[in-house]
RNA sequence: GUGGCCGUAGCUCAGUCGGUUAGAGCGCCAGGUUGUGGCCCUGGAGGUCGGGGGUUCGAGUCCCCUCGGUCACCCCA
């Protein structure tokens, strides 16, 4: 007996007609980012592990999250856990002039337990912008992944928004924090008391009742931005003001990587029940590409959820995208016609499929019914002596039912007119 | 990594108190109509009941282990 195989835990194949949202998500995206002044960047699944490690080492999806092994040639490689570190690595190696406006599509693989919402195998589009520090590009990035989301025709999405100042002024506010929570270390849960040290941000993040009532009146950053800061934050949300986009300050927000400056924001899907309802997130990185080492270089980027972001359209039922497989069927008995003919569509440019196997005419018009064909070309005995097609119209198609004979040699010219 | 729930046909599920050849609907294939889809009718294919072990005269059903799924914690997209 053979060993049956599926999809390893935690991830998923997705066959059409389901694939469909996927290439029309895609498209939409690509659309907006194009528009936006952002070119494609395709990139390898996998890095060398330090592009990740140097700058998350106290983060969770660094230190236990990360699909990392040895690989024949003893290299330390990890599949790629986010999509950031890899730009900016592909920055500093090609050192492209600025701005640098780059958008992708990209798999992400971590390794946690699967959950609704949650995937080893998770896909992200996303995009990033290196070599300016202007709000305005805070705005435009912001923006891009607003209108994207509008555009899906999702309408219960919430923007979050933080600054967590920079190496002015965080310093002195990390301080400050450490000796709020030191203070108050016995009323913190256990896994955070030992984070007060290296990550006291994400002690704010936690979302036990206790953490969060000990954490209640804790210092915020939003309160000890230095000058410069402070101006860019206001300059953020003047501009998202400006172009109507709501936005609620939510000085907790502290998001999963340890390279965050300025600016960071979240997407919540209020209308997904699950706990996992962050369709998208991101925010600003000047210190990222120097960590790296490049040039000191601000950056700023987000990705999206793909599978989060059609579960919350789901849930809002909107962008329900028919599958649409076909517009003509070449219903040949003969045999001897279709592999030419529909050769013939194709090169003119008309979707067109057709059976295999010689079965039955009874059995390949069933066939033409089920592909969601607007028309099926009819090859017989009669037309083939004649050298004609029997053009017969289906569902959709004006004159459904309805049959002509129309010669061989005439037939692509005359689909063509009826599908246009 | 920790915990709850669930595994019967490709899919959604039924299966009585443990009882003899494991069912339905949908889907698929064929026929009804030797050249015409959808609707309808008839028939057919398709299952080691997730896997292994145990209890029993007898296990889809009870017990243990294991694998998988799912949900939650954690973390995040």
Redesign the pocket.
Known sequence: ?SQQF?AP??TFDVLPPDSARYTELVARFAGHASRAGFGLIVQPMFEDVGVFQRLGGS???VRK?MYDFEDKGGRRIALRP?GTAPVARAYVQHRPSVPWKVWYLTPKF?Y????????KQ?H?VGAEALGTDDADLDVELIALAWFFYADLGLSRVRLLLNSLGDGTCRPAYRAALQAFLEARRDQLCD?HKDRIADNPL?VL????PACQEATKDAPRQLDHLCEPCAAHFARVTSGLDALGIPHTVETRLV??MDYYTRTTF?FAAEAL?????????GGRYDGLVEQLGGPATPGIGF???I??ILLACDAEGVFAVPESRTDVFIVDTTGQAATRLAHRLRQAGVRCDRAFDG?????Q??????AGARL?L?I????AAAGTV?V?G??GLRG??G?ETVAMDDVVDYVRGLLT
């Not at 993040?205 to 036990?208: E, F, V």
């Not at 079965?359 to 059995?363: E, P, Q």
């Not at 018009?365 to 089920?370: E, G, N, S």
């Open positions: 007996m599926q835990p935690g983060t969770d999806i999250e986010e971590r946690e337990r699967p959950q609704a919402g949650r995937f998770h992200e896994e994400r993040d936690c979302k036990r998001r999963g979240e029940e699950s706990a996992q309802n962050a369709v998208g997130g990705g999206l959820g599978e989060r079965r039955s005419m009874k059995a018009m069933k066939a033409a019914d089920r099926a009819i017989g005995d009669d037309e029997s017969r289906l569902q459904e039912g049959q």
